[in-house]
């Protein structure tokens, strides 16, 4: 018995490999591209697999130009923000936050805490080049944050603007 033409299409679709752009995209959302199937051999997602993934993570991703597109936007995606919505900070371990401002501004940052304590941030050494984002030109500038935080609601200030990011800290295990 043949097939249509167009099942037997829509099945190599679904086996086809996935491109190593498609992978990179994959990836930057937090999917795997590999796995241990369960003879024990590393296996690798079909391209179906993987753009069903990332469409359910509402990513479009079935064309060149569409993945294109979104790497460029997951790379820019944080550029768009002043401060990362929530930064999670682990018990006694160095951390740095990164601040988008536009470029060449002169920025601070302060922690306030829960007690109502202000504590102001060190700036450290941060090469990363300003990009146009939108038709703005951005830098970033990037702030260490003390080891001996306490881990409760933290919130932190940019002293140029008004956004907020929560600072939850986890306990050292």
């Not at 202000?118 to 030109?137: A, I, K, N």
């Amino acid at each position: 018995m043949n097939e249509p033409t167009s099942h037997r299409a829509d099945v190599a679709h679904v086996h086809e490999p996935a491109s190593e752009r498609l992978k990179q995209l994959a990836e930057a959302h937090g999917v795997s591209t590999e796995y241990w199937d369960y003879h024990g051999h590393l296996a690798s997602p079909s391209r179906a697999t993987l753009e069903a993934v990332l469409d359910a993570l509402g990513v479009r991703a079935h064309t060149d130009q569409e993945i294109a597109q979104a790497l460029t936007e997951h790379e820019v995606a944080p550029w768009r923000r002043t401060l990362p919505p929530v930064v999670v900070v682990r018990a006694s371990r160095a951390t740095t936050v990164p601040v988008h401002v536009p470029d060449g501004a002169a920025v601070t940052l302060s922690v306030r805490l829960e007690d109502g304590r202000v504590r102001p941030l060190q700036q450290v050494e941060d090469l990363t080049l300003p990009r146009e984002v939108d038709g703005t030109m951005l830098g970033r500038a990037s702030f260490s944050l003390p080891r001996d935080l306490p881990s409760d609601g933290t919130r932190w200030w940019p002293g140029w603007a008004a956004p907020r990011t929560a600072l939850p800290g986890a306990p050292v295990r």
